[in-house]
């Protein structure tokens, strides 16, 4: 905004000045004196509203981003603390806290209960939901990871088997996967930013 407030004043003096300065020159051309030129009142004052409307419009634009970024870091604030209410509940019902990386053994028992199945699915939904509003910038990433970047991950961590599963399972079906793809690269933001190797898509 800086940039562009010293980029502009010039230009104004310069256009506002421009026409009276030119009808100037003229005449001292014809009476054969040197150029000197005074900026008049009604130039000055030209001058003056000019700067005037690009300060307004600056200060516009300055308090519309802070608003737009209270804003979205508010939201953010309240979707973690929404996922973590609804979070523990179903989490629970699946597995304890705490036990680790879901195993290829587990995967297939959780797969053949539906009310486990079920539970899972609706956890991951809900990070995936989460991590689509993040990288739509509708929600904070920074903010995020600064709350609950290791909690994300370590869920992702946890998930990984199953994602993985259902994603592969819907390649060899030939069928272009999407399962999880936004928590996939929000965990990928996560980490770089945090200077940490990235996971892959299966």
Request: aromatic residues 10%; glycine residues 4%; positive net charge.
């Amino acid at each position: 905004m800086s940039r562009l407030f010293a980029f502009c004043v010039p230009l104004v003096l310069l256009l506002a000045l421009a026409g009276p300065a030119r009808a100037q020159d003229k005449a001292e051309s014809t009476l054969g004196v040197s150029f000197n030129r005074q900026i008049s009142l009604g130039d000055l004052m030209n001058v003056v509203t000019a700067i005037a409307t690009i300060a307004a419009v600056i200060y516009a634009a300055r308090s519309f981003v802070a608003d737009h970024t209270r804003r979205r870091k508010q939201a953010t604030m309240e979707a973690l603390v929404a996922l973590r209410s609804e979070y523990r509940e179903k989490w629970l019902r699946v597995r304890s806290y705490g036990a680790g990386k879901i195993t290829a053994a587990e995967v297939e028992q959780i797969a053949a209960d539906f009310e486990k199945r079920k539970q899972l699915e609706d956890v991951l939904s809900l990070f995936e939901h989460i991590a689509t509003g993040v990288n739509a910038d509708v929600f904070d990433l920074q903010l995020l990871n600064r709350l609950s970047g290791q909690y994300f991950m370590d869920i992702f961590d946890d998930c990984e088997v199953w994602i993985s599963k259902w994603r592969t399972e819907e390649k060899q079906k030939g069928r272009t996967s999407k399962y999880y793809e936004e928590l996939y690269i929000m965990i990928n933001n996560i980490r770089a930013a945090r200077g940490l190797p990235l996971v892959k898509l299966p």
